[in-house]
């Protein structure tokens, strides 16, 4: 069952107030005043949807009373019903110059005063209702729309992050995402050693490196006043102005867990690159230093080669053998050079196996890096907000 409509009733009169009082009370909640003045108070903490008031009081009358009331203290809230014993053209139209809803002549019947004050009534309650709905649907638009701008803004933010090239270029990213968050952060990396980071490169005051040296391993959200700390395995970040409305924090909380994410994988996949690319310089100065042993090889198994069949052959006559003997060593140092000069190739074929892979990673990093524009590293992160540490 809905709740009773308030009525409050204004006239000078005693008598008159208590009777207007027993014909509603059943229907409505009443209160009394006995002037503008204290109508005036009473409204301050009592909010009718009808005032019944008289005309003609001492002091402000009704007139005067119901102006200052539909202008100033309830404007749209309520009905103001006037009340006169002069029922004439005149003061109907004052009536309705100052605002009032209705203009009652006295003598009136209570019945058509009960059956008026209900229809009033129940419109201004439906009229409340309607209002309370009609702000309830903006809010909820203004929330879907503040949701799908941070949708937006955590897909620009991927978008940018895929960009970056490095370790600074992903942190300026990170606080220009937070800049246009409206939050104050700071961030901290946490790979072969500990790195702290403020907006522009400056650096965090010692209490916040302890903040982060404490808390990065409390859980993914640690909430501390209006402050909180986001943690992944390698990174951490810092929010220092959480919002106070529960539906704003847990927006910036879901967005928080969001960016983290993406900062941690980004931050892996830079340093897996890194480690890539160390390999390929190391398999590089590899082969190089392979290819240099090699051609030294070659050339010392020429030398060898030549050298020996040098030396054997000036020495067949002091070696006293026939020349079947002769013929014998010959041809097997012959057969062994030969077996020797067979790995050239094989040799040639391998460095020209890992030369091409070398060639084929060096076109990939190449392709990756002009596929991707370069990262804006030049942001502006000042703010008239103070840092809260």
Request: with cysteine; proline share 3%; glycine share 2%.
């Amino acid at each position: 069952m809905a709740d009773k409509a308030k009525v409050l009733i204004v006239d000078d009169e005693q008598a008159v107030r208590d009777m207007i009082t027993a014909a509603l009370k059943p229907f409505f909640v009443c209160e009394q005043a006995d002037s503008a003045t204290q109508a005036y108070d009473i409204l301050e903490h009592f909010t009718p949807q009808v005032v019944l008031m008289d005309i003609s009081m001492p002091g402000i009358d009704g007139l005067a009373a119901c102006e200052k009331i539909k202008t100033e203290l309830s404007p749209t809230n309520c009905a103001v019903f006037l009340v006169s014993g002069y029922n004439n053209l005149d003061m109907r139209l004052r009536a309705f110059d100052v605002g009032a809803d209705d203009f009652i002549a006295k003598p009136f019947q209570m019945k058509e005063l009960i059956t008026k004050v209900q229809k009033v009534s129940e419109f201004i309650q439906s009229q409340t209702i309607l209002k309370a709905s009609e702000q309830e649907s903006i809010t909820l638009a203004l929330s879907s729309m503040q949701q799908a701008s941070h949708y937006s803004l955590v897909m620009q933010f991927f978008k940018l992050l895929n960009q970056c090239r490095n370790q600074k270029q992903v942190v300026n990213q990170f606080f220009s995402t937070m800049k246009q968050l409206g939050m104050l952060s700071s961030i901290m990396i946490n790979q072969e050693t500990m790195q702290f980071y403020g907006p522009n490169e400056t650096q965090i005051s010692p209490i916040e490196q302890n903040i982060f040296e404490l808390l990065c391993t409390k859980g993914r959200l640690h909430h501390f006043g209006r402050r909180l700390i986001v943690n992944e395995k390698n990174v951490s970040f810092l929010i220092k102005n959480m919002p106070e409305s529960p539906e704003e924090s847990g927006a910036i909380q879901d967005i928080s867990v969001a960016i983290i994410e993406g900062v941690e994988s980004k931050l892996l996949d830079l340093a897996r690159q890194q480690a890539m690319e160390q390999i390929v310089l190391d398999i590089t100065s590899g082969i190089s230093s392979l290819q240099n042993i090699s051609d030294e090889y070659k050339s010392l198994i020429l030398d060898v080669t030549n050298d020996l069949n040098q030396q054997i052959s000036s020495s067949f006559h002091i070696l006293d053998l026939t020349e079947e003997q002769e013929l014998f060593i010959a041809n097997l140092i012959a057969k062994e050079a030969k077996k020797l000069s067979a790995l050239e190739p094989k040799m040639d074929l391998l460095k020209s196996n890992l030369t091409n892979v070398i060639e084929q990673t060096d076109k990939y990093f190449a392709m990756e890096k002009t596929s991707l524009p370069e990262a804006d590293t030049n942001i502006d992160f000042s703010t008239n907000k103070p840092e809260l540490f």
